[in-house]
């Protein structure tokens, strides 16, 4: 009984997981992306990245990489043989801007500090930068915004690979060359450094603290580019922004209270980051309407921001009396986060299947990455039957989906080597 008060919770305030059809929102996702990439008007920028997945990863050399993460920030020497992709001196912090606001000097600066042991092994250097950035034909990144709830103030217009070159110039480190690449595009290169085939529709995936999606379509697609060759291209969605998807009251509440406003709209629906906040606010709401009583009222009132990793305990059923009281509440509790997960898979769902839809292919490889499709046990193994039933039997399309961990790194390093 208390689970159909769940259901019809989410149903009333439109966050309901069934409210959201996979197929029929892909065909609008889909042309959606068709749109960005013509150059037209689309909450899908559809972002050229300059780099290529052709080729063979040259083996013996090295690359500074460089990952900057939603919540972490990391750099190594990573270098490829016939045995795999071997990663050294690695040192990983959490990436400026969280704890506090930061400053885009502050945080070359900090960059700079990082990678300067490594640049006597090397001349090349990947730079994974996950936030949202225009990319230039040299491979550099002009950003849009940093997001994910990181605040580094400045730092819109900058160009990320032309600033830290500087900084390192003015500390008598020249003679370097780098690429920049969101982390998207680093997994699915990173698919392809392990081995993976990338015949089909090479597809790159996160699905952690922030939610984006890359895939590779030859350079004929991309019309604002002016170019008619058959040379493929990566292509960064930028699927976080689109904004197309069916919301409820809590995904609008929640936009209204975060650091961008009006902005990342499938983002704030998926990622790791949103989702225990929006369990917070369905809670608080369902107290309010007297679904949960005033014990759990007063828990759901004294949580902060929660992330994913709560929830997704709660949705398996454990640790319920944190917020719950008996057994009828922690139903409806364990319902609700549920859902959300179950409601995230399914905009992910979609999003893949667009991609499969605007491509064409008959055949997809799917890389994904984060902590959600990692560690979220209320989330994968619905993701990975969605993506059975819609892609695999309903569209007929020949699907491998694998998951990757540390794929960024080794990314990051094929993107260098195949393209400077």
Same mark, same amino acid.
């Given at each position: 009984?208390?689970?159909?008060?769940?259901? *019809?919770?989410?149903?009333?305030?439109?966050?309901?997981?069934?409210?959201?059809?996979?197929?029929?929102?892909?065909?609008?996702?889909?042309?959606?992306?068709?749109?960005?990439?013509?150059?037209?008007?689309?909450?899908?920028?559809?972002?050229?990245?300059?780099?290529?997945?052709?080729?063979? %990863?040259?083996?013996?050399?090295?690359?500074?990489?460089?990952?900057? &993460?939603?919540?972490?920030?990391?750099?190594?020497?990573?270098?490829?043989?016939?045995?795999?992709?071997?990663?050294?001196?690695?040192?990983?912090?959490?990436?400026?801007?969280?704890?506090?606001?930061?400053?885009?000097?502050?945080?070359?600066?900090?960059?700079?500090?990082?990678?300067?042991?490594?640049?006597?092994? $090397?001349?090349?250097?990947?730079?994974?930068?996950?936030?949202?950035?225009?990319?230039?034909?040299?491979?550099?990144?002009?950003?849009?915004? %940093?997001?994910?709830?990181?605040? %580094?103030?400045?730092?819109?217009?900058?160009?990320?690979?032309?600033?830290?070159?500087?900084?390192?110039?003015?500390?008598?480190?020249?003679?370097?060359?780098?690429?920049?690449?969101?982390?998207?595009?680093?997994?699915?290169?990173?698919?392809?450094?392990?081995?993976?085939?990338?015949?089909?529709?090479? %597809?790159?995936?996160?699905? &952690?603290?922030?939610?984006?999606?890359?895939?590779?379509?030859?350079?004929?697609?991309?019309?604002?580019?002016?170019?008619?060759?058959?040379?493929?291209?990566?292509?960064?969605?930028?699927?976080?922004?689109?904004? +197309?998807?069916?919301? +409820?009251?809590?995904?609008? *509440?929640?936009?209204?209270?975060?650091?961008?406003?009006?902005?990342?709209?499938?983002?704030?629906?998926?990622?790791?980051?949103?989702?225990?906040?929006?369990?917070?606010?369905?809670?608080?709401?369902?107290?309010?309407? &007297?679904?949960?009583?005033?014990?759990?009222?007063?828990?759901?009132?004294?949580?902060?921001?929660?992330?994913?990793?709560?929830?997704?305990?709660?949705?398996?059923?454990?640790?319920?009396? *944190?917020?719950?009281?008996?057994?009828?509440?922690?139903?409806?509790?364990? $319902?609700?986060?549920?859902?959300?997960?179950?409601?995230?898979?399914?905009?992910?769902?979609?999003?893949?299947?667009?991609?499969?839809?605007?491509? &064409?292919?008959?055949?997809?490889?799917?890389?994904?990455?984060?902590?959600?499709?990692?560690?979220?046990?209320?989330?994968?193994?619905?993701?990975?039957?969605?993506?059975?039933?819609?892609?695999?039997?309903?569209?007929?399309?020949?699907?491998?989906?694998?998951?990757?961990?540390? $794929?960024?790194?080794?990314?990051?390093?094929?993107?260098?080597?195949?393209?400077?």
């Amino acid at each position: 009984m208390s689970s159909q008060k769940a259901l *019809e919770f989410l149903q009333r305030h439109g966050m309901s997981p069934a409210g959201i059809d996979p197929l029929r929102e892909a065909e609008k996702m889909a042309a959606e992306m068709a749109l960005g990439l013509e150059g037209g008007r689309s909450s899908l920028p559809m972002i050229p990245t300059y780099l290529s997945d052709a080729g063979q %990863i040259p083996k013996g050399e090295t690359v500074a990489v460089i990952d900057a &993460g939603g919540t972490n920030f990391r750099c190594a020497l990573v270098s490829f043989d016939d045995e795999g992709c071997h990663a050294e001196q690695m040192r990983k912090w959490k990436m400026p801007g969280i704890a506090k606001p930061a400053t885009w000097e502050d945080f070359i600066r900090f960059t700079a500090d990082a990678i300067e042991p490594l640049m006597a092994k $090397t001349d090349k250097i990947g730079f994974c930068f996950s936030y949202s950035a225009d990319i230039t034909p040299e491979m550099d990144a002009r950003v849009q915004r %940093i997001d994910k709830e990181v605040v %580094i103030k400045g730092c819109e217009g900058q160009l990320v690979g032309a600033s830290l070159l500087a900084e390192l110039a003015r500390r008598g480190i020249t003679g370097k060359r780098i690429v920049i690449l969101n982390d998207t595009v680093a997994v699915l290169l990173g698919g392809l450094a392990s081995g993976r085939d990338n015949s089909g529709c090479a %597809i790159g995936q996160v699905s &952690g603290t922030g939610t984006n999606t890359c895939c590779s379509l030859p350079e004929h697609r991309i019309t604002k580019l002016g170019r008619s060759g058959d040379k493929r291209m990566i292509v960064n969605l930028e699927s976080g922004m689109y904004d +197309g998807m069916p919301r +409820g009251d809590f995904d609008r *509440e929640l936009d209204e209270e975060s650091h961008n406003p009006g902005l990342k709209h499938f983002e704030k629906m998926t990622a790791g980051v949103y989702l225990g906040e929006l369990c917070h606010r369905m809670l608080l709401a369902a107290a309010k309407e &007297g679904l949960l009583g005033p014990e759990s009222g007063e828990k759901a009132r004294a949580l902060g921001w929660i992330d994913s990793s709560v929830i997704d305990a709660w949705a398996m059923g454990e640790r319920l009396e *944190e917020i719950s009281r008996g057994q009828e509440e922690a139903d409806f509790v364990q $319902t609700l986060c549920a859902a959300m997960f179950e409601r995230s898979a399914r905009c992910m769902c979609t999003n893949l299947t667009a991609i499969v839809l605007l491509s &064409g292919e008959n055949s997809a490889s799917i890389c994904a990455e984060g902590s959600l499709v990692q560690k979220g046990r209320a989330y994968r193994p619905v993701l990975e039957k969605l993506i059975r039933e819609i892609l695999r039997e309903k569209l007929g399309r020949n699907v491998s989906f694998s998951v990757g961990y540390e $794929t960024t790194l080794a990314g990051s390093a094929a993107a260098a080597l195949l393209n400077l």
